[in-house]
C-alpha cells in the first residue's frame, strides 16, 4: 500500500471512529432523556381530555404552567426555581408535549378549561397559577374564564398579547435556522448544536450570549439545564407547533379578580416587555417588576425574582383561602 493510501485509510478509520463515538454518545444520551420524561408523571382522564401531570409536595396548590418547548418536568423545574416547600406543585404538560395530545381545539381557551378539568379532578378548588412564556397565555385565559379556581396569579415574561409591539423571534440574528430546526423536532441537530455552538440556543431562548458568558456559574448551568430540558424535541414538536402558529388576541383582562404579579426584562429576545405592560395596565390588581438585563429567562435575577415571589404570595395567602384536599387542612 502506499504512502497516501494509508495515510487515507487512516484518516477514514479515525472518522468512522469519532462518527461512531457521537453516535454512542447521542444515543445515550437521547435515551436518558427519553427514559426521564416516561417517569415521575401521572395521565388524568378528565373532562377535556387525557391530561399528562406531575403532582409534587404539600402545601398550598400551585398549578405550574410552563412555557414552550417544555412539558411537565419543565414545570416542576420552573416552580422549584421560584418557590420553597410549602406547595403542592401541579405541573400539567400543554397540548401537544410529552404525552398529552393535541385536540382539534388547541387555542389557549380550551388549554385553560383543561386546566380547569385538571384541577376538578384533583378536586382542587382554588390555586396559585404560574404562567411562563408561551403558558403565560392559558394562565390568563384560565383567570378569565374560570376565576375562582385562580387565588393569584404569577406571570413570568409573558408571551401574551400586545397592540403595539408584539412577541416575536429574533430571526435577524441566527435563529431563523434553529426556528426550522425546532419545527421539524430534529433531535440529533439540536443535541449537536448544544455541544458545538451553544451561543446559538442560547439566543434561540431569548437570551443574548454575551449575557450569560458574563454571568455567574450558577446562572450559566441553570440556561444550559433549560436548554438540555427541552431534549427530547421529538416528544415537544407537536406542543411547539401549537405554541408557534397561535395567533396571539387581546385578552379580557379587566375580568381577572386575582391579584397578580408580572415579571419581564427590558431586553427579552421574544420582546415580552410590551406584553407584560399591557397585562398590567388592564388587570385590576397586578404588580410589574421590570429588569433592565436579563433576557427572556431573566438571568442573574433569580434570587430577585424568588425574593419577589415569596413577598407576594406572602400577601396574597393573607388575602386567601387555600385548601390542599388531600390533608383537607386551611393554608394560609
Known amino acids: 500500500m502506499s504512502q497516501s493510501g494509508f495515510v487515507l485509510l487512516t484518516m477514514s478509520v479515525v472518522a468512522g471512529g469519532l462518527l461512531g463515538a457521537i453516535a454512542f454518545f447521542y444515543r445515550q444520551e437521547l435515551d436518558r432523556a427519553r427514559t426521564a420524561v416516561r417517569a415521575g408523571s401521572l395521565i388524568a382522564d378528565t373532562r377535556a381530555g387525557q391530561i399528562e401531570y406531575a403532582d409534587n409536595g404539600v402545601g398550598a396548590p400551585l398549578l ?75 394562565a390568563i385565559e384560565l383567570a378569565v374564564r374560570h376565576p375562582s379556581k385562580v387565588a393569584a396569579l404569577i406571570l413570568i415574561s409573558p408571551g401574551t398579547y400586545s397592540p403595539t409591539s408584539p412577541v416575536s ?37 431569548g437570551v443574548r450570549p454575551d449575557l450569560v458568558a458574563a454571568s455567574s456559574k450558577a446562572d450559566q448551568d441553570r440556561v444550559m439545564s433549560i ?34 404579579l408580572i415579571i419581564s426584562a427590558r431586553d ?27 433576557g427572556h429567562l431573566l438571568v442573574g435575577h ?21 385548601i390542599d384536599p388531600r390533608s383537607e387542612q386551611t393554608l394560609t
Open 268 to 294: 427579552d429576545g421574544f420582546n415580552t416587555l410590551p406584553a407584560a405592560q399591557f397585562a398590567a395596565a388592564g388587570i385590576g390588581d397586578a404588580k410589574l417588576v421590570i429588569y433592565d438585563t436579563g
Open 302 to 322: 433569580q434570587d430577585a425574582v424568588r425574593a419577589e415571589v415569596r413577598l407576594f404570595l406572602t400577601e396574597a395567602r393573607n388575602r386567601t383561602r387555600l
Open 64 to 138: 405550574s404552567i410552563h412555557g414552550a418547548g417544555g412539558g411537565f418536568d419543565q414545570g416542576l423545574a420552573n416552580a422549584a426555581d421560584l418557590v420553597d416547600e410549602g406547595f403542592r406543585v401541579i405541573a400539567p404538560s400543554r397540548f401537544g408535549y410529552l404525552r398529552t395530545p393535541v385536540p382539534h381545539d388547541a387555542s389557549a381557551s380550551a388549554q385553560a378549561d383543561a386546566h380547569d378539568a385538571l384541577l376538578s379532578a384533583l378536586n382542587i378548588s382554588s390555586a396559585i397559577v404560574v404562567g411562563i412564556s408561551a403558558g403565560a397565555r392559558s
Open 227 to 260: 436548554i438540555r430540558s427541552i431534549e427530547p424535541l421529538s416528544l415537544r414538536f407537536p406542543g411547539i407547533n401549537v405554541d408557534s402558529v397561535a395567533q396571539l388576541k387581546e385578552q379580557a383582562l379587566d375580568r381577572i379578580l386575582a391579584p397578580t
Open 169 to 205: 423571534i429574533d430571526v435577524a440574528r441566527g435563529s431563523k435556522f434553529t426556528f426550522w430546526l425546532v419545527n421539524r423536532g430534529a433531535d440529533f441537530v439540536w443535541w449537536l448544536i448544544e455541544r458545538l455552538a451553544p451561543s446559538v440556543l442560547i439566543r434561540f431562548v
